[in-house]
């Protein structure tokens, strides 16, 4: 069974800050893995999405890099904002019948202006 | 593009009574969707998987009498919680699965209270 790891699970920064948010995951065998954003009291945006082929993604000032063979991911946030302030989830889709995620718990991310 | 569109997004009912939340993909088929529930500060839980046209398949200890969901149509699920309890307040969110990327959007979710 999949297993999803969020490491921190909370972490804040000044303003302008560089910041990596770590996933780790148990079951190298994934289809693809997604990183979300989810503000209080909302459903959740999808920033990124890697494809198991894939070693990154980059989208502004955010890139998610994936390990396969060490069962992990990392999201990189560039010059943070206090709009970045969020909880950010990763999942795992492992394929399969019916392409389930797995989802770690987060990490709590404030950025302080 | 790939937009869920989910409705309400608060709902306040009595003990006893029933409650029905839609989720409705506005530019895309969506032939799988997802229903989740997540209690504060606390990840996703998947509720079930309801795949258009058949019955839904629901994860181990959800009851799916008490959580009804119907996927009549390309476009729409629907998830009706049946004789609600307090204990079933949480904020419920779906989900459909994007054939083009084999990625995941979903819904902005919604808060149910039961008092």
């Known amino acids: 069974k999949q297993e999803v790891t969020q490491i921190p699970a909370a972490l804040s920064v000044p303003e302008g800050e560089n910041l990596v948010l770590n996933c780790s995951f148990t079951d190298s065998a994934i289809y693809n893995l997604q990183w979300f954003r989810q503000d209080p009291g909302k459903g959740l945006t999808s920033l990124l999405l890697i494809q198991s082929s894939q070693r990154e993604q980059t989208s502004g000032r955010l890139n998610a890099s994936l390990d396969k063979s060490s069962g992990r991911s990392t999201l990189y946030i560039a010059a943070s904002q206090p709009g970045d302030s969020a909880t950010y989830l990763c999942?795992?889709?492992?394929?399969?019948?019916?392409?389930?995620?797995?989802f770690g718990k987060g990490t709590l991310l404030t950025v302080n202006p | 593009g790939a937009v869920v569109s989910q409705h309400p997004s608060w709902v306040i009912c009595k003990s006893g009574t029933s409650v029905k939340i839609e989720c409705r993909s506005l530019?895309?088929?969506?032939?799988?969707m997802f229903w989740y529930r997540q209690f504060p500060k606390q990840s996703l839980m998947l509720m079930a998987t309801s795949n258009e046209g058949s019955k839904a398949t629901y994860e181990q200890g959800v009851e799916k009498d008490k959580f009804l969901i119907n996927h009549a149509s390309l476009t729409l699920s629907t998830l009706t919680v049946t004789s609600a309890h307090p204990e079933d307040s949480s904020f419920y969110i779906c989900?459909?699965?994007?054939?083009?990327?084999?990625?995941?959007?979903f819904g902005s979710g919604t808060r149910l209270t039961v008092v």
């Open positions: 530019d895309f088929q969506a032939t799988t």
């Open positions: 989900s459909a699965r994007v054939q083009a990327y084999y990625g995941y959007t």
């Open positions: 999942a795992s889709n492992s394929g399969g019948s019916n392409y389930k995620l797995t």
